[in-house]
């Protein structure tokens, strides 16, 4: 099995910044792309920001310019570095990554996501 673990959420004021970590652990032979994804109250999960394991990223065009996602592949770990939050930003930030397990399996894994309220 594979575990990850969000970190870093929190209450933050418009214009403020937050740095998320996504951690994994477990039976992990390789880590392929990684992606933060956030579901706000009443809507559907949305893609955030996602990296592949060379490092090419993409982003929705609501954080272009404001969030940096990166990772550390020693390190099993991925970041979300954000800034000039605004409270339409506010939701769950959820971390995915597609793991390759010994012996060849591939399975999407998702954390327990990280809750990011951006308000006065």
């Known amino acids: 099995q594979v575990q990850l673990v969000e970190s870093g959420g929190g209450l933050v004021q418009p214009g403020g910044s937050l740095r998320l970590s996504c951690a994994a652990s477990g039976s992990i032979l390789r880590i392929n792309a990684m992606g933060w994804y956030r579901q706000a109250p009443g809507k559907q999960r949305e893609m955030v920001a996602t990296?592949?394991?060379?490092?090419?990223?993409n982003y929705a065009d609501s954080v272009k310019g404001r969030f940096t996602i990166s990772r550390d592949n020693a390190k099993n770990t991925m970041y979300l570095q954000m800034s000039s939050l605004k409270p339409e930003d506010t939701a769950v930030y959820y971390c995915?990554?597609?793991?390759?397990?010994?012996?060849?399996?591939?399975?999407?894994?998702w954390g327990q996501g990280t809750q990011v309220t951006v308000e006065p």
């Open positions: 995915n990554a597609l793991v390759t397990q010994p012996y060849g399996v591939s399975n999407s894994y």
């Open positions: 990296i592949t394991s060379a490092g090419s990223t």
